[in-house]
């Protein structure tokens, strides 16, 4: 892949940190520098243009001017592909939820052809968001796991996934078993995991619907892959949390069930953790496992509002989703304001340099690919978007009256969506411009299935 030179502002955090409002690095006229789709040159314009080897490039013209902000792309620690049809379904709490849309909504998946389609429609929504790496749950039919990866692998994107496992409580056609979950998610693991830029994580959906037997199986897999990612759900209702005491008496708490099957630790990455006891703070410290902020499911379920001031006091890492479908949004952005709406309803207040952070460098450090994506130091990976300031009148105007940089990205959080997104770059290729669709994904192949037979 050619260089590429990049200028505009550039706003990125290059090192993980506690105070990111102190650890940024901004440059108001920068130059971003790419080749062979990694980051080869980040500073100042002034300096680069100094330089002699440059000034051919510049007499030819090689240099693309940005109006908006360059930031790292986004990083979605938690998010659900085949809910994205379900999204905004009306008036239940998380258990219900699951059983009265989201389980007939996963069974469509048994289709090869529709998990085609539906995957190409995620990913394209995802990269038209800003989103350029994300944790990824499937289901549980292992065609749904090659349609995503297929799919990302199309746009050379970042992306972990992993084929839901889910023995009990569930329809019929919906469950595997222990066995047949740990042989189908171990070849999934063994085709995909570090496969160009594929992540695989052994993702059992959550203890309740996982027997003791498959949890044990995940627990197997995931010592046997050490460097293979987890995910999974922790503590995100009250009436999940009782349904637990009930399952596992034997055990402390909703973490304690993990931990006895040896599946929290580093690359652990739990869903919501709203209401954790004590102990599981600590646990989660300890293990070096890492908790996502779901700010928008937790407040369209009713499940409650994540202690974002505790987790970080407890010295947990924190990254920010989406959670789509309970989640309203794919955009990162909405779900920052969400954020900052739960954080004022416990009496603080998410600076928004730290809200970004935990969508870029902060969230790579929790899911430890910091070395891979999240910044844009040189050798990093040349994901990226540009930010337009004039996305909707409202935020135009607002921008203009804001006199420091912390009030302008106040702003584009609290205002923005998916409209904030100009350009989204994966390994330094264009792969969307705003009023286009995504290079390489036919991003509208998913309505051909609707149900009603509409379309």
């Not at 969508?359 to 040349?382: K, Y």
Request: net charge negative.
């Amino acid at each position: 892949m050619p260089r590429q030179v990049h200028r505009g502002s550039i706003l990125h955090f290059p090192h993980t940190t506690s105070d990111p409002a102190s650890h940024y690095q901004y440059f108001n006229d920068g130059v971003l520098v790419t080749e062979n789709g990694r980051v080869t040159h980040l500073g100042e314009a002034s300096d680069f243009f100094r330089l002699p080897a440059n000034q051919q490039l510049l007499n030819y013209g090689g240099v693309e001017l940005h109006k908006g902000l360059l930031i790292p792309g986004l990083i979605d620690s938690h998010v659900h592909f085949p809910q994205v049809e379900m999204i905004a379904s009306y008036g239940k709490q998380l258990l219900d939820w699951l059983n009265e849309y989201t389980f007939p909504t996963e069974k469509q998946f048994a289709n090869e052809e529709y998990a085609n389609a539906q995957a190409e429609f995620f990913l394209s929504q995802l990269i038209a968001h800003g989103t350029t790496t994300a944790s990824v749950f499937a289901t549980v039919h292992p065609q749904s796991v090659n349609a995503f990866f297929n799919a990302a692998e199309s746009i050379q994107a970042r992306m972990i996934c992993g084929k839901v496992m889910m023995d009990r409580f569930c329809p019929d056609d919906l469950q595997d078993t222990p066995e047949q979950g740990y042989r189908d998610s171990k070849a999934l693991l063994e085709r995909w995991h570090k496969n160009g830029r594929a992540l695989y994580a052994i993702t059992p959906r959550f203890a309740p619907t996982s027997s003791p037997e498959q949890l044990a199986k995940a627990g197997q897999l995931a010592n046997e892959h050490p460097d293979a990612f987890i995910q999974t759900h922790l503590s995100e209702n009250l009436g999940e949390i009782e349904w637990i005491k009930e399952l596992y008496p034997q055990h402390p708490d909703y973490l304690g069930v993990y931990e006895a099957y040896d599946l929290v630790r580093d690359r652990a990455l739990f869903g919501h953790a709203v209401h954790l006891q004590p102990r599981e703070y600590q646990g989660l410290k300890t293990s070096g496992a890492s908790v996502s902020f779901c700010p928008s499911s937790n407040l369209f379920l009713g499940s409650g509002l994540f202690n974002y001031d505790k987790a970080k006091a407890d010295g947990i890492k924190i990254a920010m989703a989406s959670d789509v479908g309970a989640g309203t949004s794919l955009s990162l952005f909405a779900n920052q304001a969400d954020a900052y709406k739960i954080c004022q309803l416990q009496n603080s207040s998410l600076n928004p340099f730290e809200s970004l952070y935990l969508c870029t460098q902060g969230a790579a450090s929790a899911m430890d690919i910091d070395h891979l994506v999240g910044n844009l130091n040189p050798g990093s990976e040349a994901d990226f978007v540009e930010l337009d300031f004039m996305a909707t009148p409202m935020l135009q105007q607002r921008l203009l009256r804001c006199k420091t940089l912390s009030e302008q990205l106040f702003a584009i959080i609290t205002l923005s969506d998916e409209r904030i997104i100009e350009r989204t770059y994966v390994c330094g290729n264009l792969v969307y411009k705003k009023g286009s669709k995504v290079c390489g994904l036919n991003s509208t192949s998913g309505l051909r299935y609707l149900s009603n037979g509409s379309m």
